[in-house]
Nanobody, 125 residues
Framework: QVQLVESGGGLVQAGGSLRLSCVAS????????MGWFRQAPGKEREIVAA????????YYVESVKGRFTISRDNAKNTVSLQMNSLKPEDTAVYYC??????????????????WGQGTQVTVSS
């Protein structure tokens, strides 16, 4: 069981940056693969970035490669998403997600078990 709380969303102009953070409860954070998802108005929820249990491997959806960076600090039970060069099409509610029982070096792009409430990111033109 894990509770996830996101923060860091807001309104930013195109080309700007935001850093999203997710704090997890519990003592077994290092056993969870983590991901960031987003859902834009009228669109399906999609994977944005994912990271393995140790942080040794990452995944990014093609549209954010080179602009977003996912990282985690297992000692602090946190996972972050640094978002640079933001575009209006990045506007969405961003969700932190955790998957239990994950192999050490496995990236997951779907089938996550636990979700945060989401944080709104709005990028103006």
């Amino acid at each position: 069981q894990v509770q996830l709380v996101e923060s860091g969303g807001g309104l930013v102009q195109a080309g700007g940056s935001l850093r999203l953070s997710c704090v997890a409860s519990g003592r077994t954070f290092g056993s969870y693969a983590m991901g960031w998802f987003r859902q834009a108005p009228g669109k399906e929820r999609e994977i944005v970035a994912a990271i393995t249990r140790s942080g040794g491997r990452t995944y990014y959806v093609e549209s954010v490669k080179g602009r977003f960076t996912i990282s985690r600090d297992n000692a602090k039970n946190t996972v972050s998403l640094q978002m640079n060069s933001l575009k209006p099409e990045d506007t969405a509610v961003y969700y932190c997600a955790a998957r239990a029982g994950s192999p050490a070096d496995t990236i997951f792009t779907q089938y996550y078990d636990y979700w945060g409430q989401g944080t709104q990111v709005t990028v103006s033109s």
